[in-house]
């Protein structure tokens, strides 16, 4: 089966919302290679043929799966207002509401199976990090740009490998339990203070 988008009639978007849906179940549960078209078929209630005639393969769709959890998040943290206030207050509130998010959706278990397909899908990181961290760095250096300029994408690339990384990359990868409600909020806001000491001038 050829990887390019299979020609057709056009095809019914709610199949292809359950055909997604299933897919992401069975992905994170059993991994890629765990996964077949045929379980997906079954969990979608459709035929294979439907599955393929919606997405050609099965790495096809797995791209489709990630892409498709990376543009929700980042819809719904555009939808976010963003709260008044000094940089550390607004920060930390898009900090909060992001990991939150983040949690809700999966997104380290998703960004654990790109990396496990990276060798035979070398396009699948880059449709994850356009997709999902890029624009999420992005909206975080919009935060900053009024008060850094042209420091603040720097910024924002510091701030979110901090989010990501310590205790709760522990926990990412099943090290230790999910961060409790009161640890990810210390979390959030022990890492824009970092940001802040590294990035702001004293008189800030």
Do not use: C
């Not at 050829?2 to 019914?12: Q, S, V």
């Not at 990810?184 to 008189?203: D, E, L």
């Amino acid at each position: 089966m050829r990887d390019e988008k299979p020609a057709g009639r056009p095809k019914d978007p709610e199949r292809r919302h359950r055909i997604l849906r299933a897919a992401r179940a069975l992905f994170l549960r059993d991994g890629f290679d765990g996964t077949s078209v045929e379980a997906i078929a079954r969990e979608a209630g459709v035929s294979k043929v439907t599955v393929y005639g919606h997405f050609g393969t099965l790495s096809a769709l797995l791209e489709a799966v990630v892409e498709t959890e990376a543009r929700a998040i980042n819809r719904a943290l555009s939808a976010h207002p963003i709260s008044e206030g000094p940089p550390e207050t607004r920060l930390t509130d898009f900090g909060l509401y992001l990991m939150a998010l983040l949690r809700r959706h999966d997104a380290h278990e998703l960004e654990h199976l790109v990396s496990a397909r990276a060798r035979d899908q070398p396009n699948l990181p880059q449709t994850y990090f356009r997709s999902g961290p890029a624009r999420g760095m992005k909206m975080i250096a919009d935060l900053l740009r009024p008060d850094l300029g042209d420091r603040a994408q720097e910024a924002a690339s510091a701030l979110f490998a901090l989010w990501s990384g310590g205790e709760q990359h522990r926990a990412s990868l099943g090290l230790r339990a999910p961060l409790t409600d009161e640890e990810m909020a210390r979390h959030v806001r022990q890492s824009v203070g970092i940001v802040r000491k590294a990035f702001f001038s004293p008189s800030e």
